[in-house]
């Protein structure tokens, strides 16, 4: 629990003995399997090795409360709209895929006229479809959901943190709000 600066936050934490740096807050902490138990947050800073991490499945709640990580069925009827206008999602482009092997949709699911969201569909029924966001419109996409059965749910989410191109980290068993189930950290 965190009381200061006019809010009250409750969340879960995992203790660990795990040297935890300032400057080190916000980087993952793993297991030893390799899956992510928790977002490294403070310490006791009196010079015992005790440290605390946001707990994973804190992340997997932040994850599945964003409305802008949503299947296609649903980005329409869930896409965050501007306080005050009445406005509906709209495809801005439909175009062939560059390998000429699908459809590429280009969306606008936050109401400003500016493309933030791609869906594409390969022709090819054996393909998965992908749904990427770029929630800050930079060109680079945040999120990318695949459907790899292509049974209308998506089965695995990939996080580029850093929007260097390359996914961080990988979410899976996701539900129906698109929360995954488990998060682990891309290897290397």
Known sequence: SYKGEGFDHRADVVQTQTPINPGNSGGPLFNDAGELVGISTFGSGEGALINFAI??????????????????????????????????????????????????????????????????????KKK?????????????????????NRDEKFDVAFYDIDEDGKPDLVGY??????????IEAMKT
Do not use: Q, W
């Not at 599945?64 to 509906?88: F, M, N, S, Y």
């Open 55 to 124: 707990a994973s499945n804190e992340v997997r709640r932040l994850l599945g409360e964003t409305k802008d990580r949503l299947a296609p069925a649903t980005v329409i009827a869930a896409a965050p709209k501007p306080e005050g206008k009445k406005c509906e999602p709209v495809t801005l482009d439909t175009h062939r895929t560059k390998k000429d092997d699908g459809v590429a949709f280009v969306m606008d699911v936050d109401c400003n006229g500016k493309a933030d969201t791609l869906l594409v569909i390969p022709d090819d």
């Open 128 to 148: 998965p479809i992908y749904l990427a966001f770029d929630d800050n419109e930079n060109g680079k996409f945040e999120v990318v959901y695949v459907d790899e």
């Open 173 to 182: 068993d996701l539900n129906d709000d698109m929360e995954p189930g488990r």
